[in-house]
């Protein structure tokens, strides 16, 4: 289902351009989070919010910002692309509402692969 | 550090057969786990997940182990279909102050042939 949407879908930049990945969720989940993806290896988290006034730094958030506009989306920003920020990105979104509190699965968009030139 | 290993970065069965990925952690405050399966061109979707209260889940073809003084959790897929082909992600997170971030292996792409 298209639940998470995430674009653009490709995005091909140049050195020092500022770009942005936008994601929507029609879940009503509560939590967002981006995640990048480089070959061999798995998802590594970037940013994640809580809610809209919520937002947190994750493993790698050097070179990245994020704006959480409304519950339903999630932005993140290259102020000023690298080539080594070529790679695929993941939002993804949880909802914690139901469980108290606890990690719910999180769900994720489609992706956008982005290439830094 | 990787906390969460997938030491296999591909396997390759027979359809019908079954089909058994591993995954090992070493942080002892994961309490719960999930796996993912990733197509080309898509994002993850989650498979099936486990509690550490638990020692098995099943779903249908989808069955995951938990062994919690290994720690180590494996996925069986029986029996395995081409469908099947996709690199599956095991994940884990901890409860308390951590308890919203998932910690990703770096997958392993299952191969079935027809």
């Known amino acids: 289902d298209a639940d998470v949407t995430q674009t653009p879908r490709n995005r091909i930049t140049k050195t020092g351009k500022r770009i942005m990945l936008e994601c929507s969720q029609t879940k009503g989940h509560d939590r967002m989070y981006w995640y990048r993806q480089d070959p061999g290896l798995g998802l590594q988290l970037i940013y994640y919010s809580f809610d809209v006034k919520d937002i947190n730094k994750g493993e790698i958030s050097d070179g990245y910002s994020v704006s959480r506009q409304a519950q339903a989306k999630f932005s993140l920003s290259l102020e000023s692309a690298i080539p080594n920020q070529t790679a695929l990105y993941f939002c993804a979104t949880s909802d914690t509402k139901r469980a108290g509190g606890k990690l719910e699965t999180q769900y994720f968009g489609p992706g956008t692969r982005l290439l830094v030139l | 550090d990787q906390q969460v290993k997938q030491n296999s970065p591909s396997l390759s069965v027979q359809e019908g057969r079954i089909s058994i990925l591993n995954c090992d952690y070493t942080n002892s405050m994961f309490d719960y786990f999930l796996w993912y399966k990733k197509y080309p061109a898509e994002g993850p979707t989650f498979l099936i997940s486990i509690s550490s209260i638990k020692d098995k889940n099943e779903d249908g073809r989808f069955t995951v182990f938990l062994n919690k003084s290994a720690k180590h959790l494996s996925l069986h897929i029986v029996p395995s279909q081409p469908g099947d082909s996709a690199v599956y992600f095991c994940?884990?997170?901890?409860?308390?102050?951590?308890?919203?971030?998932?910690?990703f292996g770096k997958g392993t792409l299952l191969t079935v042939n027809p």
């Open positions: 994940a884990a997170s901890g409860s308390g102050g951590s308890n919203y971030k998932l910690t």
